[in-house]
């Protein structure tokens, strides 16, 4: 069973924080910022925004799934109704899109918030088919709020998230990328005085290239939101990784 990487207050403090910081940067944009480009391929800000809303609604479930026991999937109709969902939403006006992560926002945080004590520990299923204590629910939401903030462009980056919560995100995404095909063999090493973390933990370790830098930069290299020009790697060279979306 997967564990979260910080007790439950302070991953609803990461939130916190990390959706006041959106909605401040959301209060500045205008009608043009929301329909204009965006830098994930095939999509808009619109596209962004409407997948943050939709995703908030979609752990509302999970939320209410271990509150009530009853199984409530993320996203009913599935991968391709969550596509769906996002493709027909980013039609909206920029209005109506704003008001919908907000909104959304609230919802989610409403039910953490009312979610009973015993139903922490509660298993619930996500998207991808994994089965998580309900106690992961607001990791998981983190992790959409913080990365999304920086891809909308606004002028957040990643050494805006809380240090902690830099700390427990790289391994994260270490471990997702792992998953990916054509996920290189590599080892991450933090700067400075991070532990290692790897790829491919069953190979040599001489068969990996090893990549240091300051936390941030390295979840935004690993996540294909930055080229990684501030890190250093041996051997030089920083290796082609897959699309993280």
Same mark, same amino acid.
């Given at each position: 069973? #997967?564990?979260?990487?910080? @007790? ?7 939130? +916190? ?6 909605? #401040?940067?959301?209060?500045? &944009? ?29 752990? #509302? $479930?999970?939320?209410?799934? +271990? ?8 996203? @009913? ?23 919908? &992560? ?14 009973? &004590? ?7 299923? #996500? +998207?991808?088919?994994?089965?998580? @204590?309900?106690?992961?629910? @607001?990791?998981?939401? $983190?992790? /959409? ?17 809380? /240090? ?40 040599? &370790?001489?068969?990996? +290239? ?36």
């Amino acid at each position: 069973m #997967t564990r979260e990487p910080a @007790p439950v207050p302070r991953l609803l403090e990461w939130l +916190a924080v990390g959706t006041s910081l959106l909605n #401040t940067q959301l209060g500045r &944009v205008d009608e043009a910022w929301v329909t204009g480009p965006n830098t994930l391929p095939g999509w808009r800000n619109a596209h962004v925004l409407t997948h943050l809303a939709r995703n908030a609604d979609a752990l #509302t $479930n999970l939320v209410t799934w +271990a509150a009530t026991g009853v199984e409530t999937p993320m996203y @009913p109709h599935g991968n391709e109704g969550r596509l769906r969902d996002i493709q027909e939403g980013a039609r909206r006006t920029a209005p109506v899109i704003l008001k919908d &992560v907000n909104d959304s926002a609230v919802r989610l945080q409403q039910a953490l918030d009312e979610l009973p &004590v015993i139903a922490w520990g509660r298993t619930v299923r #996500t +998207a991808q088919g994994r089965l998580v @204590p309900a106690s992961l629910i @607001p990791w998981l939401r $983190n992790r /959409e709020v913080w990365i999304h903030l920086v891809d909308l462009g606004t002028g957040v980056t990643f050494d805006a998230l809380p /240090e902690d919560l830099a700390a427990a995100l790289l391994p994260d995404v270490v471990t997702t990328l792992a998953g990916r095909d054509g996920c290189p063999a590599l080892i991450v090493r933090a700067q400075p005085g991070g532990l290692p973390l790897t790829t491919r933990p069953t190979e040599p &370790v001489g068969s990996a +290239a090893e990549v240091k830098g300051p936390t941030p930069e390295l979840i935004g290299w690993l996540t294909g939101r930055s080229t990684g020009d501030g890190l250093s790697c041996s051997p030089p060279g920083l290796p082609a990784l897959p699309a993280w979306l």
